[in-house]
Structures are given as C-alpha cells and as structure tokens.
C-alpha cells in the first residue's frame, strides 16, 4: 500500500537474524524489486545469520558503541536542560556503566534520580550501581607500591566489613592500571573528564612501568581465578599477597661475592732437542 503520509513506508524489522529459512525466502523476491515508495531496514545484532542472498541486497551500516566520553556529555547536557543538581563523578559513573549504550545510559540516569530524590551525587551512584569505592583502590595501591602488608590487609578486611564485590574490585583496579600505564606513556591520552584523574597522575609518578605491567597480569589471573577460591574474601587476598610478593620493594638486594677465579699456572715448555746429526735425516746428513 502506498504511503498515507509522506513520500515512503519504512518497514523495520528487529533482530531479522531470527526469522526462519522460509520466512527470508518469502522475503527475498519483495526484497529484489521493491516497490518505489517502500523502504525497508533490517536490524540485527548478528549478521552472520542473515543468508547471503538477503545480505548482498542490502546496504549494510555497522553501528558501534558509543565512548564513555560521549556518553557524559550527552547526560551532563541532559541534565543542564532540565536543572538537575549533578556530581561530575555521578556522571562519569553512569558513562561508564552504560557500557556504550545510550538507552542503558538514559535508563540509568532516571534510576539515579529518583534514588537521590531528584539530585544525582557520586555516593548515590555508588550505592545504587554497587560499585566500588575508587578510594579503596588507590589506598591499596598506594599499600601495595609502599610494600605495607598490613595497611593492605586493613583495607581489605574494611572492603569485606562493607560487603563490597571483591571481583568488581579486581576488575576496577584493572582498570585503573591500565589508566595508569597509557599515562605513563602519553600523559594527555586520557580526557579530563575521567574520574580521580589526578589520583591517576601521582600513582603514574610512583610506579615503575614494569612493575604497572606486571600488577596488571597479576589482577588479571587472580580475578579469572576468583570463582576457584573457597570466597572471594580469600581469592582477593591471597592476590594482594602475590602483589606484595612480587613487589621490587620487598625483594631484598642480594650481593653474591664471586669466588676468585684461580690464576692458571704456565707451565715452561721443555726446550726443544737441537738437531744432531745423528737425528736429522740421511739426506740432510749428506
């Protein structure tokens, strides 16, 4: 049928990857002579699927995720517009955890303002995303660098006090290292809108490169082996133990005293017989 209101029907279909075999065969002949005042967009989260009789028809626009960046300063916009009281941390959080998504973003937002009777501040964030306290993390890796067990084992054990997600935390401090790193190597890499962005610069400062590098394999495999612990409480703490054992910090310098290398004796080489004549051959002899 033809359009009631302006120059085309635009048909979308969803997630088009789930119709059947049969369905996209009765689709491909309208799909090859479409009529001129239709227009159709085909969605789908994985193409793969999509026979190659339908793809090779289409003009194919691939839509990725949007960056965190992004992401805040469409909510800091949002939120000016509509003269809601906001924390820039809140915001970032909420960037954050959106995930590239603009609707989960938007989503989270109401969340958030409703949950702070209509003011968006960081703790309320925190508490409703249950994230974990950036605080935590960089006394704990100011513990870790310094080489102070029990400073680290303090924080943890308050962590644990506060029942705060200790793979959350893993998966945090990941993310701090590798903020840490890319600043270490290009000091302008990451905007100025990222949270504690000056706590960041002083840990860069602090921590050798290598030793960020290694930190951050460290996280790594302990929170991939988080589920394999008896707790979390244990996982994460026997992670912070191999943090501070790995730390140069604790590694005492060991000089070796190298043994004296024996002076080889020469021996004088016996002095050659002179040639009689009774040694030289015949032939000389004549």
Request: hydrophobic share 45%; glycine share 4%; aromatic share 6%.
């Amino acid at each position: 049928y033809a359009p009631t209101v302006g120059r085309f029907k635009v048909y979308l279909i969803d997630e088009v990857h789930m119709l059947s075999k049969s369905a996209f065969n009765a689709m491909l002949k309208t799909l090859e002579e479409p009529p001129a005042h239709v227009k159709f967009i085909l969605a789908t989260t994985d193409p793969q699927k999509v026979p190659i009789t339908v793809l090779s028809r289409c003009l194919q626009f691939n839509l990725r995720q949007m960056t965190p960046q992004t992401v805040v300063q469409h909510l800091s916009h949002v939120l000016t517009q509509e003269g809601i009281a906001f924390d820039a941390a809140a915001i970032g959080l909420l960037g954050f955890a959106a995930q590239g998504s603009m609707r989960d973003a938007l989503s989270l937002l109401d969340q958030a303002i409703a949950y702070g009777c209509g003011v968006v501040k960081e703790d309320d964030v925190r508490s409703m995303l249950g994230s974990v306290d950036q605080a935590y993390l960089f006394n704990l890796l100011t513990a870790l660098v310094q080489g102070d067990a029990a400073q680290a084992l303090k924080i943890a054990e308050h962590m644990a006090s506060r029942s705060l997600s200790f793979e959350a935390a893993l998966q945090d401090l990941a993310g701090i290292l590798h903020q840490i790193a890319w600043i270490q190597q290009v000091p302008d890499a990451l905007p100025e809108l990222t949270p504690h962005l000056a706590a960041l610069t002083d840990l860069a400062q602090t921590i050798s490169p290598e030793q960020v590098q290694l930190y951050y394999q460290i996280v790594l495999h302990g929170k991939r082996d988080l589920p394999l612990a008896p707790d979390e409480s244990m996982g994460f703490g026997m992670t912070l133990l191999r943090l501070l054992a790995f730390n140069p910090v604790n590694q005492p310098l060991v000089i070796r005293e190298k043994s004296p290398v024996p002076t080889p004796i020469m021996q004088p080489k016996a002095p050659l017989p002179e040639p009689t004549l009774q040694t030289m051959s015949p032939a000389l002899a004549a």
